[in-house]
Nanobody, 112 residues
């Protein structure tokens, strides 16, 4: 599975971004998917996951602000991010859950 994340950028605190990830390959529909992030000097962490049936789970730091979704017809998974905070600054990646291959991430910078 090849993964390409996009949609990152520079945004002010309180702003919003939507990340997209398109997966190539034939197993997307049968895979749980996740968004992960890695801030400078920190380990990569899971942010949100979505099962094949659409059940979701988000880490406490982003609950109520981020929302993961998927569109199996497009082999895509999305991360809607609202009320962004400076501590959300990181490179965001998508992968299966548990994580497998890593594609190119997308940089999210939250700063005034």
């Amino acid at each position: 599975v090849q993964l390409q994340a996009s949609g990152g950028g520079l945004v002010q605190p309180g702003g919003s971004l939507t990340l997209s990830c398109v997966a190539s390959g034939t197993v997307f529909g049968s895979s749980n998917m996740g968004w992960y992030r890695q801030a400078p000097g920190k380990q990569r962490q899971m942010v949100a996951v979505i099962s094949t049936s659409g059940a979701t789970n988000h880490i406490d730091d982003v609950k109520g602000r981020f929302h993961i979704s998927r569109d199996n017809s497009k082999n895509a998974v999305y991360l809607q991010m609202n009320n962004l905070k400076p501590e959300d600054t990181a490179v965001y990646y998508c992968s299966t859950f548990p994580p497998g291959e890593w594609g190119q991430g997308t940089q999210v910078t939250v700063s005034s």
